[in-house]
């Protein structure tokens, strides 16, 4: 007989596979979906909480993914470099910011941020980009300013940033999406893992379910990076579908927020 307690590990389980399988698809939506599914599924109290422990989550998580696009060779090693030492300093300013502001605040303004990122994706859906972009002298001041402010946004939030990270490198650089999602993972990991560092410090970090959410999401990761190649050779389809994905979380995370102020 399953017992509440047995089911509810079982719920942050399919909850984490559920993350993972998002940021191996997209390479974002890691933490995106981890705060709300930990505060109103799981039934974490404390956004704070909520925040560092999947910061945790979604960092690990984000290491496994990154090790299958990089057997498939999608990664822009230089180019993920690059952005991810530059957000790293964004990242600690952001999440000190981020730990002054009331948690029901935070969840409602990081929702509005989704849904500037999801029109931007749909605007260029159709931009397959340059499969031998990389990282040079004449783009790489863009692509230092664009980590830095995505690692402010992410510590602040305390995301993985993928959802910022991906259109960012794409933007910069004028990489294809696959090459992005799989570039992203290196930045994801980085700016997950100064977020963590700082919450940790505070005391915001739940190991327990920061372990059951990692466990379920090595799984849900495999599965997500080998649908993202797979939506890759249709133009436009894995950046509707990364659209597509913030626009319900974010209808969801303001509706939760506005009814509770």
């Known amino acids: 007989m399953l017992t509440p307690h047995i089911l509810h590990i079982a719920l942050e389980i399919a909850s984490g596979a559920t993350v993972g399988f998002t940021l191996g698809l997209v390479g974002g939506g890691g933490s995106i979906l981890a705060v709300p599914l930990m505060v109103y599924l799981v039934g974490v109290p404390n956004a ?19 090790a299958q696009h990089a057997r498939n060779k999608t990664v822009k090693w230089r180019c993920a470099g690059i952005f991810a030492f530059c957000g790293v300093g964004g990242a600690f300013l952001g999440a000190s ?4 502001v009331d948690g029901r605040h935070l969840l409602l303004l990081f929702a509005i941020l989704m849904i500037g990122v999801g029109v931007l994706m749909i605007r260029g ?13 004449e783009n790489a001041p ?11 946004l992410s510590g602040f939030f305390g995301i993985g940033g993928g959802f910022l ?10 990489m294809p999406i696959l090459n992005a999602v ?10 997950g893992f100064s977020t963590t560092f700082s919450y940790m410090l505070s005391g915001y970090v739940d190991w ?9 999401g090595a799984v849900g ?32 995370m303001i509706w939760q927020s506005v009814r509770q102020l």
């Open 48 to 66: 704070h909480v909520a925040i560092g422990t999947s910061a945790l989550s979604v960092s690990i998580n984000a290491l496994v993914g990154l």
């Open 97 to 100: 910011l981020g730990k002054a």
């Open 125 to 137: 859906r159709h931009n397959t980009g340059c499969p031998g972009a990389s990282c040079n002298r």
């Open 142 to 152: 863009k692509v230092m300013a664009c980590g830095f402010g995505t690692g402010v």
């Open 165 to 174: 990270i991906v259109p960012g490198l794409m933007a910069s650089t004028s």
């Open 182 to 191: 799989g570039t992203s993972l290196v930045a994801v990991a980085a700016f």
């Open 208 to 216: 327990q379910l920061a372990g059951l959410f990692i466990l379920g």
């Open 221 to 252: 990761c495999s599965i997500g990076t080998r649908a993202s190649r797979t939506l890759s050779g249709s133009a436009g389809r894995l950046s509707t579908v990364f659209a597509s994905l913030i626009f319900v979380v974010a209808a969801y």
